[in-house]
């Protein structure tokens, strides 16, 4: 079972990762800052930001129980980002500073970077309220801000104040985790009475759950902190885990941890899948948070490459309720769903090249899909819409390279399918044909997830 508290590197966007940083020396805090600097400021002003009594107050800022982390290119393992995270001595508030190289960076970057650290703030850290302290000169990293909360006045801690010395002028944000990451959903929401809720679910809910766990079932109960507390074997086999223990206290929260992804998806995890995996799994963690905020079901067919291989499942989120009408967990529901014409060969395991084993025989990467897709059923305009290819080059490639590779009659589809078949083919889906995806159709939470965007 992977442990959720160890250290990790976060996925942020396509070659820029987070880690944590141990201490970060005053050779780093130099390197960083002149960079940041040389963005913002030019001539003397840059040096004067750079004296060492700046570089000093940022070592004493990070060495006095502050979380830090550094955003980073893994190209050039430079870093981006610097963020420091002060939680208070009752663990519920954190103040946050963040400073951002931007002209690196497209917008879509630096709202990956603000969303995953709120999220981290409030759900793995268990923060129910943040201050993000961010230098004025980021013009992006605040005008995201103030797309989801407003400034703030509030009184900074001392240390907190060293981000607001004159030389850098910031903007300060107050957010709540009741109103993230949509602002009009339960304003004055306030969050559960842990030792009842826990009370609930112990007594009630897993008494009601725990019949079903030996069960052909795919479901699992997921707490008020986005946690499977309880699964069956069926939901644990599904992903590629040998029972239900395995899957507890796993969470879509962590969808930008780099080991939590290896761990569900194995070796389907790499360099070419990693954006959509993590992409996805954000936007399933974004659907857990929409029926806990909104109160209503949710559905959506899951085709991501679980350890197992390569599945689709028609997955529904439902509210469960205590007795005063409060959301407190949510019960999981999927079964098995075939959304394309070849979707019958999805729960197969996805390999990167077609097993082949006729002797002599080796198909090219394009012939590959053409024959796995004709055995789906699908017509040679089907696919040829699919491959983003013309007809005539489908037919081409039927009637010039598979049927002389299989030494059958010029131009017969049915031939190739009822041979292909008959000697065991395919083996899976050509990797090249799939995409992880998650797809939803109940239009008020597309709305929902297409408008917040992060």
């Not at 903007?171 to 339960?186: G, H, I, K, S």
Request: with cysteine.
């Amino acid at each position: 079972m992977l442990d959720f508290t160890n250290n990790t590197e976060w996925y942020i966007a396509k070659n820029i990762n987070a880690r944590k940083h141990e201490f970060m020396g005053k050779l780093f805090i130099k390197e960083f800052l002149t960079g940041f600097y040389k963005c913002y400021y030019s001539g003397t002003t840059a040096n004067l930001l750079l004296a060492n009594n700046v570089i000093g107050r940022f070592l004493e800022f990070t060495r006095d129980n502050i979380l830090s982390i550094e955003v980073y290119n893994i190209n050039t393992n430079r870093p981006i980002s610097l963020i420091h995270i002060k939680i208070d001595d009752h663990l519920t508030v954190a103040e946050i500073s963040l400073i951002i190289i931007e002209q690196s960076l497209n917008e879509s970057i630096i709202i990956d970077i603000i969303s995953w650290l709120i999220d981290y703030s409030f759900y793995e850290l268990y923060c129910e309220e943040i201050v993000v302290i961010i230098p004025e000169v980021c013009i992006q990293a605040n005008k995201f801000m103030q797309e989801i909360t407003t400034r703030q006045t509030t009184e900074l801690s001392e240390k907190a104040k060293l981000i607001s010395d004159p030389l850098l002028r910031c903007e300060y944000y107050r957010l709540t985790e009741t109103c993230w990451p949509d602002a009009e959903v339960q304003k004055d929401a306030a969050r559960p009475d842990y030792q009842r809720t826990n009370a609930y679910i112990k007594d009630t809910i897993l008494p009601y759950f725990n019949p079903s766990i030996k069960t052909r079932l795919y479901s699992t109960i997921i707490d008020y902190n986005y946690k499977v507390v309880a699964a069956t074997d069926a939901s644990a086999t599904s992903i590629g885990l040998q029972n239900s223990e395995q899957v507890l206290g796993a969470s879509y929260k962590y969808y930008s941890r780099i080991d939590t992804a290896i761990w569900y998806f194995g070796k389907w995890y790499n360099s070419k899948t990693a954006h959509l995996i993590h992409r996805y799994a954000k936007m399933i963690f974004r659907i857990q948070q929409y029926v806990f905020k909104f109160a209503i079901p949710a559905s959506f067919i899951d085709c991501l490459p679980y350890d197992k291989g390569m599945n689709s499942y028609l997955v529904t989120f439902s509210p469960i309720f205590d007795n005063e009408c409060k959301v407190i967990a949510l019960q999981t529901i999927a079964v098995d769903y075939r959304y394309h014409g070849y979707s019958g060969y999805l729960g197969q395991e996805v390999v990167p090249q077609f097993v082949n084993e006729v002797p002599g025989v080796k198909l090219s990467t394009r012939e590959e899909e053409v024959l796995y897709l004709l055995i789906s059923g699908m017509t040679q305009e089907q696919i040829a819409i699919l491959l983003n290819i013309k007809r005539p080059t489908v037919a081409s490639i039927i009637r010039n390279q598979l049927c002389p590779k299989f030494n059958l009659p010029v131009g017969n589809s049915k031939l190739i399918v009822d041979y292909a078949r008959a000697i065991g083919l395919p083996r899976a889906i050509p990797q090249s044909l799939w995409l992880p995806s998650v797809i939803i159709h109940d239009a008020n939470l597309a709305s929902w997830i297409n408008d917040i965007r992060y």
